[in-house]
């Protein structure tokens, strides 16, 4: 519990470090350390799909973000101390904690879930699909649609990002073309 | 001194020992699946990485000599396909996504068919998709620069 807790802390720090930051690419190192500690709490939290899946997730926008930045020459963001927009989010913030209050405190406690649907899962996973990783075999028996819906998303991302950036037109008819 | 493209010696030395060693988990991370932690999207982008590793260390060409785009794209589709097939393959038993491959043997590799191919299929939808996204970034820059 305390480890979980040192974890989030360190993620809350890292992430103001992010913001306030004035290089552009230490504000990408910083994001690349919260998903990191995400990594980790995912792992105290004994979720080791989403650890891992986060881990490299993060290494390869990593990546991306970085070329992004060293390509573009990208300028430090102005830094203008406003401090009406930052009263006004910190206002609806705590109202909105206000209201949400009673809510939060019929919610079950941490670690303690209410499973009635997860229960059959767990219960009968194994029985019923043969495989002994039960997040595979509900994500990919049980519950298949939701990741056919989400190939369809990638699917359509990749189409969309080769379509943008593509080259200008196609130089030759005859020319092998590059694209998807 | 080096006019070729990429990095230093240091980083290719250590690329050239550790990319297929990359790959390999990717695969083993995929195939696996369906018995310990992963499955086929961690797999899928473990695999893309590999080819992302050799592309920042010794350049384009040498990435798109082991998997050009084309290759990537008709690999993506593949994926595509392969698991949309999986699905209809459940119609012969019932309805959309039924298990009709069979169980196997629990523990075993070879078990879960139908988990087995859908991660198989996921990994090769990832892989190459963000392999090709990631190309795609690297080429609109060049283009921009010229």
Redesign the interface.
């Known amino acids: 519990m305390t480890d979980i807790n040192v974890i989030l802390m360190l993620m809350i720090v890292g992430s103001i470090i992010a913001v306030e930051t004035r290089d552009m690419l230490s504000c990408v190192v910083v994001v690349g350390v919260v998903g990191l500690f995400q990594s980790l709490a995912f792992l105290v939290l004994k979720a080791p799909d989403l650890a891992i899946v986060q881990l490299v997730v993060e290494i390869l926008s990593l990546v991306i973000l970085l070329r992004v930045i060293i390509r573009k020459e990208a300028s430090e963001p102005q830094h203008h101390p406003d401090y009406f927009p930052m009263l006004v989010g910190i206002t609806l913030s705590l109202l909105a904690l206000l209201f949400v209050h009673p809510i939060l405190r019929e919610l079950p406690q941490f670690g303690q879930p209410v499973m009635r649907v997860a229960k059959e899962y767990i219960e009968n996973g194994m029985k019923a699909t043969g495989a002994t990783n039960l997040v595979s075999a509900v994500i990919l028996d049980f519950r298949a649609y939701d990741t056919l819906g989400e190939a369809v998303v990638l699917f359509t991302a990749v189409c969309g990002a080769l379509i943008v950036l593509r080259k200008t037109g196609r130089k030759k008819k005859g020319e092998p073309e590059t694209e998807a | 001194m080096n006019k070729e493209p990429g990095m230093t010696v240091i980083v290719k030395t250590v690329t050239r020992l550790t990319v297929g060693i990359i790959l390999m988990y990717g695969i083993y ?1 995929v195939m696996h ?10 797999g899928g ?2 695999i ?2 590999s080819f ?1 590793h050799l592309m ?1 260390a010794y350049g384009k060409e040498v990435a798109f000599k082991k998997l050009s ?2 290759v990537a ?1 008709v690999l ?1 589709s593949m994926g ?1 396909i392969l ?2 097939s999986v ?1 209809f393959l459940g119609l012969v038993g019932g309805y ?2 039924f ?1 009709t491959l ?6 075993s590799l070879l ?2 068919y ?2 087995l191919f ?2 198989i299929a ?1 990994s090769l ?2 892989g190459c ?2 392999f ?3 190309i ?6 060049k ?3 010229k």
Do not use: D, Q, R, Y
């Open positions: 991370i699946g369906h018995l310990s932690p992963g499955g086929g999207f961690a982008v473990i893309a990485l992302v920042l785009m084309p794209s993506e595509a698991f949309i699905a959309f996504f298990h069979g169980k196997g043997e629990p523990f078990s879960a139908m988990v859908s991660n996921i939808k990832v998709g963000l090709l996204v990631l795609t970034i690297a080429l609109a820059g283009e921009i620069k």
